[in-house]
Nanobody, 127 residues
Framework: QVKLVESGGGLVQAGDSLRLSCSGSGRTLKMYGVGWFRQAPGKEREFVAAISRGGGNTIYGDSVKGRFTMSRDNNRNTAHLQMNDLRPDDTAVYYC????????????????????WGQGTQVTVSS
């Protein structure tokens, strides 16, 4: 199995940028598809982005398309979420998740498809 730890969250102003990181330990992260989800107080968990095992394919939630970019570095066992033009409604706890999958498996936005989760990192965007 893989253990995931998120970092990079913080308090920023609207329009600012943040880069979140997800570090994997235990089994190598390159064996997993990786996704980012977020959950704001009183709201359901929301899909943000996902990336394939090799990093060649990505998908994004509608609310972040054009502003967020997901990448991964399998040599460093990490995945990243570059968040630009942040808005107050991006405020949430952001979670990294890993999904055991074959190399050619399609990406998924469904949180129940992911097998491992990190503890989350808080992102707060002030107006």
């Amino acid at each position: 199995q893989v253990k995931l730890v998120e970092s990079g969250g913080g308090l920023v102003q609207a329009g600012d940028s943040l880069r979140l990181s997800c570090s994997g330990s235990g089994r190598t992260l390159k064996m997993y598809g990786v996704g980012w989800f977020r959950q704001a107080p009183g709201k359901e968990r929301e899909f943000v982005a996902a990336i394939s095992r090799g990093g060649g394919n990505t998908i994004y939630g509608d609310s972040v398309k054009g502003r967020f970019t997901m990448s991964r570095d399998n040599n460093r066992n990490t995945a990243h979420l570059q968040m630009n033009d942040l808005r107050p409604d991006d405020t949430a706890v952001y979670y990294c998740a890993a999904r055991s999958q074959i190399l050619t498996a399609p990406l998924t936005m469904a949180d129940h498809e992911y097998d491992y989760w990190g503890q989350g990192t808080q992102v707060t965007v002030s107006s």
